[in-house]
Structures are given as C-alpha cells and as structure tokens.
C-alpha cells in the first residue's frame, strides 16, 4: 500500500500521539527521551563537555568568533557561503576554545558548535518538538507544515509509518522497478556515447533516480522521469523542483541582509516555485484521495504540505548521496571490487536484492555511511534552543540559533582515525553500522527533529548500490578530474561528474 494511504488510515484511526506536556523546559543534559539505543559517546550529558571551565557559564559576549565585518567579507566578498563546511573545519582545526563559536550574519546571530561531545550535548536535551532556524525564504516554504505542536502530531503519524527499517521494506518491490527503468536508461544512455560506456553528468541520472522512487513510495503513481521522452507534466515539475532548489543559495544570502536594506535591493528571495510544487503534490495527493475513496474531514493541509516536503526533501539529498557514492567507488577501484566480492558471494550475480537482503551485504550499508560521512549532504544540523542552555561553558539563552556542524567532526581523526581517508570498512566494527549515536557523523541528524526519510533513502541506495553493481563496473572517465564539493544549501559536486558503465562479463 502506498505510503500516503497508510497515513490516511492512520489518521482515521489516530495512534496516541506523545503527550504534548514533554514539550515543556529541560534541563541540559536531561535523560527524558533517551531511546534504549541511546548509548555510546561518553561524557555528553549535563553542562560538561569540552571547553571552558565548569564553574560559573561564561556569557556570549566572551565567546570567540569572527568580526561581523569580516565574516560579511568572508561569506559576501569571498563567497563563504559555499565554503560553509571548509569554514566548519578550518575554525574547528584553531583548538578547543573554537570548538564552539558566534558568528552574526546581518541580522542573524548563530553559535556554531563544532564538537561531537557538546553536539551531543544539544541534541540529547532536546525537547519533544525541537524547532529549527527559520532563515529566509525556506520560512515561507516551511509555514505550510508548521512548527511546535502542529509539527509533532503530523509527524507522529508519519514516525510511526516509515521510520524502522521494516516499515520501509515493502517498498522494496516498488523501489525495484524503479531501478530496473534506471537500468534500462543507463543502458540507453550508454548506447549513445561515442565509446559506448560512459555516462554524463551522473547526477542527473540519480535525480530522475531518486524523484521517481520517492513520488512511487508516496502517491504510488509513476511520473515518466526515467523514460527517453519524459510526459511534459513531469518536465514543468522537474524544472520547478530544480528552480526551488536554485533559490535556496539566494535566500541564504537574503537572510543576511538586514530588513532595512532589503526594500533596496532587487528582490532574489522570494519562493515562486514551491507554491508550484505544492500544487503538482496537491494533484497526486487528489488522485489516491479519489483512488482510495477516502473522506477525510480534516488535516488535508497539513497532508499536502508533509507530502510536498518529503518529496522536496528527498530528491537532491538521495542524488547528491548517490552521485559521491558511485564517485568513491569510482575512485577507489579496490574497494569496489571488495563490495562487489561480497554482493556475488552472499546475493549472487543477478539476484535482484529484497530489503531483507541488505544485511547480508555489511559492506554496502558501510559504504553509504562513510560516503555521508565524507559527503554530508546536510553539512550541519540547525536548531533554536527552546531554553536555557550551558554549552561548553557558556550560557546560551533560550532563542538562539544554533548550527551543530557535524561536517567539521566527520573529519576530526580523534573521531575517526585517518578522517580523510575513503574507508567503508571502519564502519564494520560489531555495533557500529546500526548505531544511531555516533555524533561524530549525524548525517540524517538526530532525534525528534531527525530525518523523516531516513530509512527510505537508505533502501533506495543501498537496492541500487547492490545492482549497479551485479551489472557494471564503474570507472571514472577521463572528464572527470577531482571533483569537489561546494555548498549551494546541500553539499554537492562542483563539477558534473561522468563515468564508464563497463558490463561485467
Ligand atoms: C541520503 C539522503 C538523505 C539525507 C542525508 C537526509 C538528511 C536529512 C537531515 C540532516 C535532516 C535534518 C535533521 C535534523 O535537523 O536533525 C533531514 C530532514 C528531513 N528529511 Fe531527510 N535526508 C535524506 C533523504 C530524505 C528522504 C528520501 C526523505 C523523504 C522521503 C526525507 C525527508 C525529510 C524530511 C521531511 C525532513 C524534515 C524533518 C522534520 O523537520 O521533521 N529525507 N534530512
């Protein structure tokens, strides 16, 4: 059954929902919310942590940070603001007293937390509706879905539909066809390259890829990205998705600006194309409502805003995620052969892999993980506290922004030896794969707030990892040199990166 119209029922038949009385004030380090899986990371929890001292809180006015003017020039002059994760790092590497630091952005004042201890800090105290940032355009977007309490009882209903590995598996069937399209189109694609193997620009390929499954899974209806000659419909769709995220850099320089200088400056931020998005969300979402036949006589809102944003959240976060994965491989021929040693030892050459399977391929759950630890597409997590806090020893009242850079710790060697290094198999160790709190690499984040599509991504990879695999080596084409990564609100490739399908005999 579709994913919406598991929902639907769910909301005919609500399951109790969390009481909103845990949405009250918390003290730091607090145990309320703690999951059985919540172990690991040791001295987290209450105002401790690296940093200064542990007597009195210090205030902001004496934490570090870059000047207002500088950081303008940084992120304006120098064009910071797609460094945002090289920033992380750098400020991380100056020693502890910059673990955690302030920055104001115009009007926008931030901390920057930059430590796996004091991140873990901030997340375990959270509340039952953590709330994030609002900066800029992306407010007006996520007004649809709302926050506080009209957040927590939509997302309880879909928490409990599709956030455990085993929720998901059933789409496994749908996710297949999805691939085997794919697969037909990179056949295509490679029928058309003068040397018969390469493929352009992958992630184009992965974005049709990932909008395809993912509108599969939620309206259960087919959109056409994956043929040679995609229905117009979908088009005007794909380009106002692509528009969408196009705005999202703009809006971030937007939100720096102050309101008074913005009546004179050309307007850059405003969101045209999600109310597009919505409306080609409202009309798949109208169709299984017909299909299902299902009265619903209230919340529609509220579903049509959830199901636009999980199809907006989930499109660029699996392609750039796949496009960095197929690219390490790539790079990394003998760690490729080692993946794909296991896939023919364990599944076979062509059996076509169920979510059941993915277990049995420890090494393909690895590589997704360490190539979100290398490639966060979400280079940080961004939080307001909701009360007072003791951070690293500073006292952070309630109302801050606060920016959780879990770029800059995947790449602390104290976190992970050798941080720089391409290596799926450090995930191996017992326990490691299915932790939930490395804090070190939180790439779906953490907690209430964490990532909705988690476990629906994960089996759109790892289905496709396994058979791109079965059928083809996968090697770098001569175009393609070392690809960076840039910040344009996800962390992407700089360049397009091409590659050689070469069919395996
Ligand atoms: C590799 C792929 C993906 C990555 C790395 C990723 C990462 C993230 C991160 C870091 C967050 C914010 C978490 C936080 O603030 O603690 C997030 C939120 C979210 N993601 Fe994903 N995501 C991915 C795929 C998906 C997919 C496929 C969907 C939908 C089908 C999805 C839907 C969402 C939604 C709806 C939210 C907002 C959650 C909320 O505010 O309640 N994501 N994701």
Redesign the pocket.
């Known amino acids: 059954m579709a994913l919406l119209a598991r929902i639907l029922k769910a909301r005919l038949s609500p399951a109790p929902e969390r009481a909103l009385g845990s949405l009250g004030p918390r003290t730091p380090g607090s145990r309320r919310g703690r999951g059985p899986e919540d172990k690991g990371v040791g001295a987290a929890g209450g105002a401790a942590g690296r940093g200064p001292g542990r007597g009195t809180p210090r205030s902001l006015a004496a934490m570090p940070g870059p000047r207002t003017l500088a950081n303008l020039v940084e992120l304006f002059w120098k064009d910071g603001f797609s460094r945002i994760h090289e920033i992380q790092v750098a400020a991380n590497t100056h020693g502890n007293m910059e673990k955690i630091f302030k920055s104001h952005f115009g009007p926008q004042f931030v901390v920057s937390v930059a430590d796996r201890d004091l991140v873990a800090q901030v997340?375990r105290a959270e509340g039952a509706a953590?709330r994030?940032p609002t900066w800029g355009s992306w407010q007006e977007y996520?007004g649809l879905?709302g926050e506080g309490e009209q957040?927590l009882k939509m997302?309880s209903v879909?928490r409990q539909r599709?956030l455990r590995p085993k929720d998901v598996a059933i789409f496994a069937g749908e996710i297949n066809q999805v691939i085997a399209d794919l697969i037909k189109r990179i056949y295509f694609l490679k029928s058309q390259a003068e040397d018969g193997e390469t493929v352009t620009n992958i992630n184009d390929l992965f974005f049709k890829y990932?909008m395809e499954?993912?509108a599969t899974?939620?309206y259960e209806s087919r959109l056409g990205c994956l043929e040679n000659s995609v229905p117009q419909a979908t088009m005007d769709y794909i380009e106002a998705l692509e528009l969408m995220f196009c705005t999202f850099k703009t809006s971030m320089y937007a939100g720096a600006i102050p309101r008074w200088l913005r009546p004179l400056i050309p307007k850059p931020w405003g969101f045209p194309n999600g109310k597009h998005c919505f409306q080609t969300g409202q009309i798949h979402v109208d169709n299984k409502l017909r299909d299902i036949q299902c009265q619903m006589d209230r919340g529609e809102r509220e579903i049509y805003a959830?199901m636009t944003?999980?199809?907006?959240?989930?499109?660029d976060?699996?392609s750039?995620?796949?496009s960095w994965a197929v690219y390490l491989l790539a790079r990394h021929p003998e760690v490729q052969q080692t993946v794909y040693r296991e896939i023919v030892r364990n599944l076979g050459e062509r059996h076509v892999p169920t979510a059941a399977d993915v277990p049995k391929v420890p090494l393909v759950e690895a590589l997704?993980k360490e190539t979100?630890r290398l490639f966060?597409?979400?280079p940080g997590?961004?939080?307001v506290t909701q009360e007072d806090l003791v951070v690293g020893g500073y006292l952070i009242p309630r109302g801050t922004q606060l920016a959780?850079c879990?770029y800059a710790t995947s790449y602390e060697d104290e976190n992970f030896p050798r941080a720089k290094e391409f290596r799926p198999e450090r995930w191996l160790r017992p326990g490691n794969l299915r932790r939930v709190d490395n804090f070190g690499s939180?790439?779906?984040?953490?907690?209430?707030?964490?990532?909705?599509?988690?476990r629906?991504?994960?089996l759109?990879?790892h289905l496709l990892v396994i058979q791109l695999l079965q059928r083809f080596e996968i090697k770098i084409s001569p175009w393609t040199k070392t690809v960076h990564a840039k910040t344009h609100g996800l962390l992407m490739p700089e360049e397009p990166i091409h590659v050689r399908f070469v069919n395996r005999k």
């Open positions: 997340l953590p994030e996520r879905t957040w997302r879909l599709i990932s499954g993912v899974i939620l959830n944003e999980m199809l907006l959240a989930g499109v976060t699996t750039f995620t796949l997704l979100l966060p597409v979400l997590n961004g939080r959780l879990h939180i790439p779906f984040g953490y907690g209430a707030r964490s990532c909705i599509g988690r629906i991504a994960e759109e990879i």
